[in-house]
């Protein structure tokens, strides 16, 4: 879903139905329960609210903005850009001037006819989403101002890894469910080792779901980072939690025997979504 400010604003919430809906709002909650701080006061609900449009609303229409934009395909257009109009406009003097006025109007063409049409509402809508990201953020407090820039500067690597044609979804994922899952925490009391450690574990197994879902080469890397919380369950004297998540791990596994990719990322979400709240349940 994406709530539009005419056509150039659009706030993605979230942009998640051509792989999976897994939702950060998810991962908040998971984070929220591991504070075990949260009560229902008008405030506390205030502040879990805030956390969710952060996480589900503008980092993810940062993210959107900024990485999920063809930019590879956007610039090749520009060196195949009508330069005998822009030349036709400025002649062909060889001055320094001439070529800076040449260049700027060629920009300013090339923007009007092609850059503005596909990246402008993108462009727009990241830095819309980053003011108020931070806004929002500073209600939360300090160290929610201080996840949303590492979610900024994830997303800023993610994009220069997506312009050169390599892999981002690990990023992704430690945005989507890591810093999520953090700021649910934080916003309520002090981060604990073990949150975060889930936190980060959890990043990679559903990572690994969005490389399934983008038609990576089939692996099962989703498998070991639940299977490192099932041990880590047992370390912390929780058996019926241990045995929980391994039960939603054989699911996953069993699944993969019949489903691949797109199919079994989009099914599977449901037993990793239930993976989280079983392990949030069992750290707190």
Not at 7 to 30: D, E, F, G, K
Not at 190 to 203: G, K, Q, R, W, Y
Not at 271 to 281: D, F, G, N, T
């Amino acid at each position: 879903m994406n709530i539009e400010t005419g056509q150039i604003i659009r706030i993605q919430i979230p942009v998640r139905a051509r792989t999976l809906w897994l939702s950060p709002a998810w991962a908040v909650m998971c984070g929220i329960i591991t504070s075990s701080a949260f009560m229902w006061t008008g405030r506390d609900v205030l502040i879990a609210a805030l956390a969710l449009v952060v996480v589900d609303g503008m980092w993810a229409t940062v993210w959107w903005g900024l990485v999920d934009t063809d930019w590879r395909s956007l610039f090749a257009t520009w060196d195949t850009f009508e330069v005998e109009r822009v030349e036709s406009m400025w002649g062909a003097a060889g001055s320094s001037a001439a070529r800076s006025q040449h260049g700027l109007a060629r920009l300013r063409l090339w923007w009007q006819a092609i850059g503005k049409q596909q990246a402008g509402s993108p462009i727009l809508s990241a830095l819309f989403s980053t003011v108020l990201a931070f806004l929002l953020s500073a209600v939360i407090g300090g160290a929610a101002v201080g996840l949303t820039c590492a979610a900024l500067a994830l997303t800023q690597i993610g994009l220069l890894l997506r312009v050169r044609g390599r892999a981002v979804n690990w990023l992704h994922g430690f945005v989507d469910v890591g810093l999520a899952w953090l700021l649910g925490h934080i916003a309520f009391g002090p981060l604990s080792v073990l949150s975060a450690l889930t936190a980060l574990i959890f990043s990679f197994s559903y990572a690994a779901m969005l490389d399934l879902a983008h038609g990576a080469t089939p692996t099962r890397r989703w498998i070991l980072p639940q299977l490192i919380t099932v041990f880590l369950l047992v370390f912390l004297q929780q058996p019926f939690a241990a045995l929980a998540l391994l039960t939603m791990l054989i699911a996953q596994a069993l699944l993969a025997t019949v489903l691949h990719g797109l199919d079994f990322a989009r099914t599977a979400q449901l037993w990793l979504m239930l993976s989280m709240l079983i392990a949030a349940l069992g750290i707190r």
